[in-house]
T-cell receptor
Framework: DGGITQSPKYLFRKEGQNVTLSCEQN?????MYWYRQDPGQGLRLIYY???????QKGDIAEGYSVSREKKESFPLTVTSAQKNPTAFYLC??????????????????FGQGTRLTVV | EDKVVQSPLSLVVHEGDTVTLNCSYE??????LLWYKQEKKAPTFLFML????IEKKSGRLSSILDKKELFSILNITATQTGDSAVYLC?????????????FGTGTSLTVIP
């Protein structure tokens, strides 16, 4: 079945450690996104990528890094520079608009999320 | 600064009540507005709206967009306990670096029997 898979579901990190969250999609979507969700703050964009080997910072990119070596995969690394990493992380993908006026936008499809806790 | 604002932040109603959730936005290069329902984990898609004044409807849920006034509402009639969730509003923006989705903080709806 087509969809987005995030792993692991739960992740515990010691202070000072880097951790990598996995996000894989088999929807053939060009665009992929990483969001962070904290209670009462909705979804905030960390990084996004519209095409392989290219990505842009979102609103809260500090302390995070990403790569997009394959269309299907967009892993997120939470580095030790992220001072408050405990949160729920959501990965999403969508079809990229190719030119103005073209129909075919899709909604953002989400994975099931990874809950990261610093211990 | 692009932003999406939802109100109210939380709402508690009794089964059978009708609720209206609000979403206003200030986003450059607007392309579409989306509503999602989030119960525990992944948000699930409800509606995508691109044109003003055209109501989208699915069962007891409906939504409409006003691009002149920059807002949207989500209506739920005859609410059920299964409607309890966080409802997220998002605006899709298109620019030189591609498409982004801007999310509001969500409205937490609790339906009590």
């Amino acid at each position: 079945d087509g969809g987005i898979t995030q792993s692991p579901k739960y992740l515990f990190r010691k202070e000072g450690q880097n951790v990598t969250l996995s996000c894989e999609q088999n929807l053939n979507h060009d665009a992929m996104y990483w969001y962070r969700q904290d209670p009462g703050q909705g979804l905030r964009l960390i990084y996004y990528s519209q095409i392989v080997n290219d990505f842009q910072k979102g609103d809260i990119a500090e302390g995070y890094s990403v790569s997009r070596e394959k269309k299907e995969s967009f892993p997120l690394t939470v580095t030790s520079a992220q001072k408050n990493p405990t949160a729920f992380y959501l990965c999403a993908s969508s079809i990229k608009r190719r030119n103005r006026g073209e129909l075919g936008d899709t909604e953002a499809f989400f994975g099931q999320g990874t809950r990261l806790t610093v211990v | 600064e692009d932003k999406v604002v939802q109100s109210p932040l939380s709402l508690v109603v009794h089964e059978g009540d009708t609720v209206t959730l609000n979403c206003s936005y200030e986003v450059t290069n607007f392309r579409s507005l989306l509503w999602y329902k989030q119960e525990k984990k992944a948000p699930t898609f409800l509606f995508m709206l691109t044109s003003s004044g055209i109501e989208k409807k699915s069962g007891r849920l409906s939504s409409i967009l006003d691009k002149k006034e920059l807002f949207s509402i989500l209506n739920i009639t005859a609410t059920q306990t299964g409607d309890s969730a966080v409802y997220l509003c998002a605006v899709r923006s298109s620019g030189d670096t591609g498409n982004q989705f801007y999310f509001g903080t969500g409205t937490s709806l609790t339906v009590i029997p």
